[in-house]
């Protein structure tokens, strides 16, 4: 992973083979970075999806093999336990371009991922919705 900072935003190169969500841990930790918006294109080459089943508090997985583009990624980054909390989701093209998309459980770049990652002033952190079985943004 490469990154530079323009003014209050990160311009993040992830590069092939490397796990998005541990370079964005690892780029928020080294930065700092406490609450922030996110954004990326790029392809991948493992992926594992989620899609949440409210009923059975559990996601409903579904994991993807093969180059694939990443047409979508978005979340944000807030705290949980005095550690960066990655809430991403995302949607892939696979060569016959159908699209696959959900809660972003895994993901490794195929070639690149060109990420946004716009901090914002604050801290947000996390609490568990023992209903839901969901950890939601905490705003007391």
Do not use: W
Not at 20 to 33: G, M, N, R, V
Not at 92 to 98: S, T
């Amino acid at each position: 992973m490469q990154y530079k900072k323009f003014g209050d935003a990160y311009v993040v190169r992830i590069d092939l083979n490397e796990d998005i969500i541990q370079s964005l841990k690892a780029l928020c930790e080294k930065e700092d970075i406490r609450l922030a918006q996110v954004d990326a294109i790029g392809a991948a080459n493992h992926a594992v999806m989620g899609v949440y089943d409210l009923e059975k508090q559990a996601y409903h997985r579904e994991e993807l093999n093969g180059f694939m583009e990443i047409t979508s990624l978005s979340g944000n980054v807030t705290r949980m336990n005095g550690e960066a909390y990655l809430h991403l989701h995302g949607t892939l093209a696979d060569q016959n371009h159908a699209l696959h998309g959900g809660h972003v459980i895994e993901m490794t770049v195929g070639a690149t991922c060109e990420m946004f990652v716009r901090p914002l002033a604050g801290e947000v952190s996390r609490v568990r919705d023992q209903a839901l079985g969901i950890n939601l943004i905490d705003l007391p």
